[in-house]
């Protein structure tokens, strides 16, 4: 295995090349994170085949900030703006990558990254299948004293990604989460799952949830997310 630095859809982007290559593998960071991070969150992923490819989602990492903070009085409306964006781009990174490398694609997504992965199956994007961890597919709710003016994100909040399923086509799906998660409660996700469900054939959205987890993408929810993904390679 080895690292790279590539650029893609004019973006720079860090790669984990294995020596024989199966599938593509572009995982989303979460809101502060950094695509660094997020690469060593997923041990074995590269060892099994997977070439993995992460970006900076606007506002983060290289790409300059700060990101959004909690003490903005827009602050959720700076974080769906970095949401959209980050879609996007990953969209556009995907396509890219897919088209020069000719290996199949699959996506993952951590906390923001999570809703980003909702944000492109909603849009019609079809990766061979898909990880949302510790995230959901509904906006979180609007803090006493928040305001959101900005259409798109307004958008949102109308008509989340999870309550278009039917546009998700039956792409497999996993969420992962953990009991003691505060930031993303896990009712939320499972309401994400609840929505979905109905557009789901059998077998292809699943859910994984560990006892005491909080807000991290754990070691046991890195393999099981690993498994999920060699199942449909």
């Known amino acids: 295995m080895r690292e790279e630095r590539l650029a893609l859809a004019g973006l720079p982007v860090l ?29 074995g992923y590269a060892e099994a085949g997977f070439f993995l490819l992460a970006f900076d989602a606007p506002r983060h990492g290289e790409r300059g900030g700060p990101p959004p903070s ?40 951590g906390s923001l990254g999570a809703f980003a992965v909702h944000l492109l199956l909603s849009r019609g994007f079809r990766p061979q299948a898909a990880l949302a961890y510790i995230g959901s597919g509904f906006p979180m709710k609007l803090p006493q004293g928040q305001r959101v003016e900005d259409p798109e994100v307004q958008a949102l909040y109308r008509e989340p990604p999870a309550l278009r399923g039917e546009a998700y086509g039956g792409v497999p799906l996993l969420h992962l989460h953990g009991t003691g998660d505060l930031i993303v409660p896990l009712a939320r996700m499972e309401r994400t799952v609840a929505a979905l ?14 006892e005491g987890a909080g807000h991290a993408i754990t070691p046991l929810m890195a393999r099981m997310g690993r498994a999920f993904l060699e199942a449909w390679l």
């Not at 003490?71 to 969209?91: C, G, I, W």
């Not at 469900?197 to 560990?210: M, Q």
């Open 15 to 43: 790669a984990r090349i294995p020596d024989r290559p199966k599938a593509l593998l572009l995982a989303l960071h979460g809101l502060q994170g950094a695509k660094e991070h997020i690469l060593t969150l997923l041990p």
């Open 197 to 210: 469900r109905p557009h789901y054939p059998e077998g292809r959205l699943a859910r994984f949830v560990e």
């Open 70 to 109: 909690s003490k903005s009085p827009r602050y959720v409306e700076e974080v769906y703006q970095v949401a959209l964006r980050f879609a996007q781009e990953a969209q556009a990174v995907a396509q890219e990558a897919r088209a020069r490398l000719g290996l199949p694609l699959f996506l993952a997504g």
